[in-house]
């Protein structure tokens, strides 16, 4: 069965932007550029919402370092405010329910799928007990001011298991895990009683 890996790039405190800051909070170095251009999920096909289409697209229509990977890959947007013909290509337009779109990708599906942003599509299918794994890749960066799009709100209590670990340029930290979501926190008992 194919896997599904949620992605996201985060600062430290949990955003997955802030206002004011470039992409990757300008921190990007060549051994994570170079990373992005060999990862082994190349071959996986991209999943998406229609405000990370909309950045991306744009980000990579303008020539940003990173995106020139993506642009070859399989793509798939979950939106009904979009319409076709989409401009970025390899990008296929999905209108129904994504937790039921992925549900039957991965029953019949060849090809392993992974996130990009998409922080409410991420959040569905984690909540639908559909990702395999988990990764986040942690910049150097605390932006409790201008950070926007908290992550992990309104997500459910996930115990993660590590996999795999990471340090680009000496200062980004990448993360894998295996999710399983968890009832709420660990029973506790007292001592002696």
Do not use: H
């Amino acid at each position: 069965m194919p896997e599904l890996l949620i992605d996201f790039i985060t600062s430290l405190d949990g955003y997955a932007a802030a206002e004011g800051w470039p992409g990757w909070w300008g921190l990007e170095g060549p051994e994570y550029l170079a990373w992005l251009g060999e990862q082994p999920e190349a071959d996986y096909t991209v999943l998406m919402g229609a405000t990370t289409y909309r950045v991306m697209s744009g980000f990579a229509a303008g020539g940003e370092p990173g995106t020139d990977a993506l642009a070859g890959m399989s793509k798939v947007v979950f939106s009904t405010t979009l319409s076709e013909p989409l401009s970025w290509a390899n990008t296929q337009l999905v209108a129904k329910d994504p937790v039921e779109a992925v549900r039957e990708m991965k029953d019949t599906a060849a090809k392993s799928m992974r996130t990009i942003g998409s922080l409410s599509l991420c959040r569905s299918l984690l909540k639908a007990g559909l990702v395999d794994r988990f990764r986040v890749v942690v910049f150097p960066v605390i932006t409790g001011s201008s950070g926007r799009e908290r992550i992990y709100d309104g997500y459910p209590d996930v115990a993660l298991e590590m996999i795999s670990s990471r340090t680009f340029d000496g200062r980004i930290q990448l993360l894998e895990y295996v999710p399983t979501i968890v009832p709420g926190p660990p029973e506790t008992s007292t001592v002696g009683g």
